[in-house]
């Protein structure tokens, strides 16, 4: 069996998002989404598309609040998936 065809939404989440329960996570799928997004592995990005599909990481990446997605990766993958990127959300502090 290929590594990742072992992965669960729920080993994903523990992975990717390791401050929350992956219960928790799930209720919104998108955070684990942008996490892989940003700093996951092939495999990792392969298995979650199994379950959750490319449009999800796409509505994912589009609607990302600042600090979601590091610059770099917003550029990455707005190309991968021939989306005109938006300007990079920026945080503000009052």
Same mark, same amino acid.
């Given at each position: ?18 401050? /929350? ?12 989404? /942008? ?14 598309? /199994? ?20 610059? %770099? ?18 945080? %503000?502090?009052?």
């Amino acid at each position: 069996m290929v590594a990742w065809m072992e992965r669960t939404p729920e080993s994903l989440a523990a992975a990717y998002v390791w401050w /929350r329960k992956p219960a928790e996570t799930l209720c919104d799928p998108a955070v684990v989404l /942008r996490q892989i997004l940003k700093m996951g592995t092939p495999p990792d990005y392969r298995a979650a598309c /199994r379950f959750w599909g490319e449009d999800a990481f796409r509505r994912a990446l589009v609607t990302a609040p600042p600090g979601a997605i590091d610059e %770099r990766s917003w550029v990455f993958w707005h190309r991968v998936y021939g989306i005109e990127p938006a300007p990079f959300p920026q945080r %503000r502090f009052a």
